[in-house]
C-alpha cells in the first residue's frame, strides 16, 4: 500500500533514504509538506517567518521521527498532527507574551455549554482567514484550536494550560471582534 502527498509517493523505500539522511528524499518530502503545513499555520500566524518557523520546526520533528509513520496511513493528517503540536508549544512558550490581556472585566460566571458559532455560510475561507489574522496573537490561537481543530474549552484550556474562563474570553472576544469586522465589510 503506498501513500502520496502531492505527486510524491510515501513508501518504504522513501522513508528508509530519509532515515539514512539523504538529502534529496528529504527535500522532496519537505517541498511536497510544505503548502499542505502552510495552509494550516497560516490560521495562526501573520508573520510569514514565524510560520516557516513554525513549519520547519514541525518538518524537522517529522524528519526525526519518520520510522514512527506508517505507510498506507494518511501522512497530511500525520504531519498536522506534528505541526498542531508544534503550535501548541509555541503558544506555551510565549504565553506571557500573548497573554497582555486583563482579564479583570472576565465575570466569574460564564456559560457552561459549549459556544456555537454560526457564521453565514457564503462568507468565503479566504475572507474567514483574513479576519482572523486581525485577531490578537492570543485570542487567535484559542479561537483557531475552537474552530478549525474542533477542540472544546477545556480541550484548549488543558493543551494551553490556561484557565477555561480564559479560553472562553478569547472565544467570545475573537466572535465579538470579528463580528465587528464583518460589519465593516
Known sequence: METKIGDLVIDERLIKSIEKGEESSIL???DASFSVLMNVVVRYKKNHEDRVSLINNAFMKAITHIQDFK?????SAWIKTILK???IDDFRKNKRRLLEVSMANVPESMETERLVWNMDREIETKQIEALLLKLPAATRTVFNLFLWEDLRPSEIASELTISIETVRWHIKTARKLM???MEQL
Open 28 to 30: 522532496q518530502l519537505y
Open 71 to 75: 505507510v498506507g496511513t494518511s501522512y
Open 85 to 87: 503540536r508544534e503550535i
Open 179 to 181: 463580528r465587528q469586522q
